[in-house]
């Protein structure tokens, strides 16, 4: 597909914020909250201009925001672009803060909000509602120590190092070790890694035990009994309850623990061996070499945009629209710091992929992945505000993951041998489950953590409980029981973003099902896919999980129905 086909799309002409607005101080940015909030408001005309004005605003800032972090991660070295991200993270991100609280109660109080169209802004409304029915000045403070707290996780982890035949490596460096087909080999490496992570063991606990502290406070601050029942308000879980995430843990272990289980138990098998040990998990049991899908960003691009345009042709033209506008970085490279995602443009309304393409089977998924974050901010580019365009990750990740497999049966455009696509598409689909138990793992021990006063000992003797029943059911920890105990502290989200990840194992279910609606319905299920990102975040989730015509439900029954289904392709494809 040729770049000089595409419509390059043009930036919105601004109505509220200069054409040249430069964010290179407060100062220039204060006069437009202050008219915001000074503005008199006369009619329900007026108000709607008002809000317009403020996602306009909202809109402008943002992409300032991220043209800063995506250049600054493209090239490490260039301390000027690391500067200007902190200028704004230092100097416009702390002062803009107030105002939002402000611009919150203005449109809340407002004479002329009932007068709003109520079901076009019902959704927005009720989070704007929640904002200001949890926000406490005296909190401020303790999120400005919370957050200073959670950057020493990062801090901790980057330090960890091992050697290894004479080279320094970083845990993530090392555990590519854990592949390698010298069983003895894995070994001596599993051994290095967990002796490294457990001398940090004591500072893991000591600061776990702070920021529970810490959270518990802002908790109680806002009116809560706990930081569970807090966060689901500050998060806008509007749309399911704490009992529906138990139920959720309930049918993974139920439903999904078994089939992983029977996966394990044909590893084992394979590999012959009496003992199934932590270092046995990853290494592949054939000895195959690892799968090679494409070599370079050029070629990852352009297949991609021909999977993409085979799958629907809309889907091919987002990507090439942004390959023509330079909105793709996809290639490792030095100096570009480690990671991928897709970064939301709000006020172009064209989104940009960031990657660290090496060629592997992995950088594939990232880039479909990625790619239908990509769709989603398309078809949702339209709609009038920033706000409708920020969506929960229950439906972002709906995006995502939904094309992960809906863009499967076009991956011959990658693998030209029958056998390595059969095999890509079977490693995909047994780790769409594989994440479930973890997801699940790590939710159940968020809700026990913050409803029940512990020890960091009773937390690790609950954790195992949890292990016992979400983990893994064949590896022998036996000798190294202090790594499985401490399995937990590897996990980011539990120290950085807590409560941040149920999201994902409730996407993963929605995508299973949209794939199999795919396989049954063909391109209508391709057109309620679009419909539902269309639709961005102006309705509720299960609102828009219905609009893609699938249910959004954790209960047994069906996790079960989604299980059988990937079952049975996986027996179709082996």
Known sequence: MESKTISIPKRPKRKFVSENLAVDSWEKIKPLF????????SSVEELERWMLDRSELGAVLEEDLAWRYIKMNIDTTDKALAEKFHFWIKEISPKT??????????????????????EKYRIYLRSVKKQIEIFRKENIPLFTEMEAKQQEYGAISAKMSIEVDGKKLTMQQAAQLLKDTDRKKREGVFNKISARRLEDEKALDDLFDELIKLRQQIAKNAGFDNYRDYMFSAMGRFDYTVEDCFNFHDAIEQEIVPIITSFERKRKEKLGYAFYKPWDTTVDVDGL????????????TDKSIQCFARLRPYFGECLATMQAMKHLDLESKDGKAPGGFMYPLYEIGVPFIYMNAVGSQRDLVTMVHEGGHAIHSFLSRDLALTEFKSTPSEVAELASMS????????????????????????????????????VASIDKFQHWIYTTKHTA???????????SKLGNQLIDWKG????????????LHLYEVPFYYIEYGMAQLGAIAMWRSYKQLGEKALDNYVAALKLGYTKTIGEIYDAAGIQFDFSATYVKELADFIKKELSELK
């Open 403 to 438: 094309m992960e497999l809906l863009s499967m049966n076009h991956w011959d455009i990658f693998y030209t041998n029958e056998s390595e696509l059969k095999r890509a598409k079977l490693e995909q689909l047994e780790k769409a489950l594989e994440t479930l138990p973890w």
């Open 480 to 491: 190294n029981e202090d790594v499985h105990t401490n399995l937990w502290q590897r996990q």
């Open 457 to 467: 000992k009773e937390r690790k003797e609950k954790w195992l409980d949890i292990s």
């Open 34 to 41: 202050d008219d915001l909030v000074e503005r008199e408001i």
């Open 97 to 118: 803060a107030p105002y939002t609280h402000k611009l919150n109660l203005k449109l809340i109080e407002s004479l002329y909000l009932k007068e709003l169209d109520q």
């Open 289 to 300: 070499d690892p799968l090679k899908p494409f070599e370079g960003g050029k070629m990852l």
